[in-house]
């Protein structure tokens, strides 16, 4: 294969790749189709760019590994958008106004707390104490701002503490890392529930956020966690008990700014006997 034919099969492939960057992004039906089609058409080519004999093979072999990095930054973009469609489309930012971003960078405390650094700040309309989530749950809430970046100190980090509603009830109560004096060995990750009034939770109940004035720092209704197991009764009146977070801080990508909300009318009074 000469040269010349190379750069053009080369352009073709890039083409491809833009097609299905474009489709995923126009939501086409046709995009998986379109997918297995490349990847049928790629294996072949590959082959055949490297296949080329004398001098021209050290050529083939450069042409190879730049369709290859290619194809796996655009498919990297294409699982990056993948994912983005699910958060925009999931309960956590459904209902809000929402600023979607990147996970930059991330550091773990002493403490064994975590933040992260998002790609999105004040110029994209974020402030200190706003929520941020991912398609499954909570993730925790803006630290820090900058024009261009935010930090979040992730749930689970020392001193991070969230009112919350457990199980079907809504029975209130405060999920947090759990203490160094906690009596309760719990796994690594996990939080330590704790209730302000009498309650017995129960394995498998859910656990959401309370909810905070103008939805700083949590906005209400997002899903925390899970309880996985019940703490023994000591007599104390109220259990407690441990909570798998619904989102692996350790998996944090793609994410969502919920932007606070100003409610710019008052509510409307009451009326007796209730409404009508």
Known sequence: MTSTSRRRLLVVLA??????????????GGVDAVRRVGGLALGPVQRLLSA???????????????????VADQQHRLDELGRLEKLLGSRSAAGHAVVAALVVATKVGQLGGRSVTLD????????????????????GRVVEVSPWTSDVQVLGSAGSVVAVRV?????????????????????????????????APVVGDLVRTLG???????AAGIVVGTVTDVDPDRGEGSRTATVRPAVDPDAIDVVAVILPSTRSAPRPAPTAGGAR
């Open 15 to 28: 083409s491809l790749t833009l097609v299905l960057l474009v489709a995923d992004l126009a939501g086409w």
């Open 52 to 70: 080329a004999p004398g001098a021209d093979q050290a050529t083939a072999e450069r042409d190879n590994a730049r369709l290859t990095a290619l």
């Open 120 to 139: 999105v700040g004040s110029r994209d309309g974020v402030r200190a104490d706003s929520t941020v989530v991912a398609a499954d749950g909570l993730v």
């Open 167 to 199: 199980g079907a009830a809504g029975t209130l109560g405060t999920v947090a890392a759990p203490a160094p004096g906690d009596s309760q060995a719990r796994p690594r990750g996990t939080l330590r529930l704790s209730f302000v009034q009498p309650a």
């Open 212 to 218: 905070s004035v103008d939805d700083t720092p949590y």
